[in-house]
């Protein structure tokens, strides 16, 4: 931000000032109107953008997932299958700030599932090709317009089949969706795996165990595939006698 931090001075006790400059909101939504930024928010983005572009050193990967790094059931393996189509997996809470901000600036591909770790998008160049796996249904609030800052070619593909979903931070489960493997041409596009009923059952198990209840609001979300997922995991009754878990 090439703020001067000699000027900065740590407020230790009860202090009084002449004046106090409060910053206004930059990022809002209006209710039936949507989400909206000021000239002010993007200026601020641009800083920081420039300050990669000054501070720039090649890399030879350019395909990123960006991961939370937070144990959601299924996460990690959708970072392995992102390895599998070329792509250099980042927790980004554990790197430098400065080396973040190089590999972003590297990025031609950058994909995430929905959220903070999302954001990282906006510091990626123009034109860069994006893939972002919603969380959940309403998991766009922020994702979207920010995706909208600079031109970037965005792609939702869901992947995720969070049924107990009971606020934005989970209890949330990843597979490897149909709809993705289409996206990258897979051979077996249409093909569940064993992998994915288990991810499921684990999660399942998990959330009824921590007196979480089915959402209706995102079976209807997830009833085009939600249907046929569940009669194939019904043919696998060695799975759900494994979990305990009876599939309606």
């Known amino acids: 931000m090439e703020v001067d931090t000699d000027k900065l001075i740590p407020i230790t006790a009860p202090t009084r000032f002449q004046n106090i400059i409060f910053p206004d909101e930059s990022f809002f939504s209006i209710q039936d109107k949507g989400n909206f930024f ?5 200026e601020t983005i641009d800083k920081i953008r ?3 572009k000054k501070n720039f050193t090649e890399l030879s990967q350019k395909k990123y997932f960006f991961f939370h790094g937070k144990g959601e059931i299924g996460e990690e393996r959708l970072a392995e299958y992102f390895k599998t189509k070329g792509y250099s997996v980042v927790v980004g809470g554990n790197i430098p700030l400065e080396e973040q901000l190089n590999i972003l600036a590297n990025c031609t ?3 995430s599932t929905v959220g903070s770790c999302a954001l990282n998008m906006i510091f990626t160049p123009n034109n860069t090709n994006v893939i972002l796996i919603p969380r959940y249904s309403a998991g766009e609030l922020y994702s979207l317009p920010m995706s909208q800052i600079h031109n970037m070619n965005v792609n939702y593909i869901d992947s995720a089949l969070s049924l107990f979903q009971k606020n934005t931070f989970g209890p949330l489960c990843y597979i490897i969706s149909k709809q993705l ?3 990258f041409g897979d051979e077996a596009a ?3 795996t064993e992998e994915d009923f288990v991810t499921f059952l684990q999660y399942v198990k998990n959330s009824i165990s921590q007196g979480f209840k089915e959402n ?3 079976r209807k979300y997830y009833s085009s595939v939600l249907p046929e997922f569940l009669n194939e995991l ?3 009754e060695d799975l759900t006698k494994q979990f305990g878990i009876a599939i309606q």
């Open 38 to 42: 000021t000239n002010e928010h993007l």
């Open 50 to 52: 420039n300050f990669a």
């Open 109 to 111: 591909d950058f994909t």
């Open 181 to 183: 493997k289409k996206f």
């Open 190 to 192: 249409d093909e569940y």
């Open 216 to 218: 209706p609001e995102l």
């Open 234 to 236: 019904k043919q696998r």
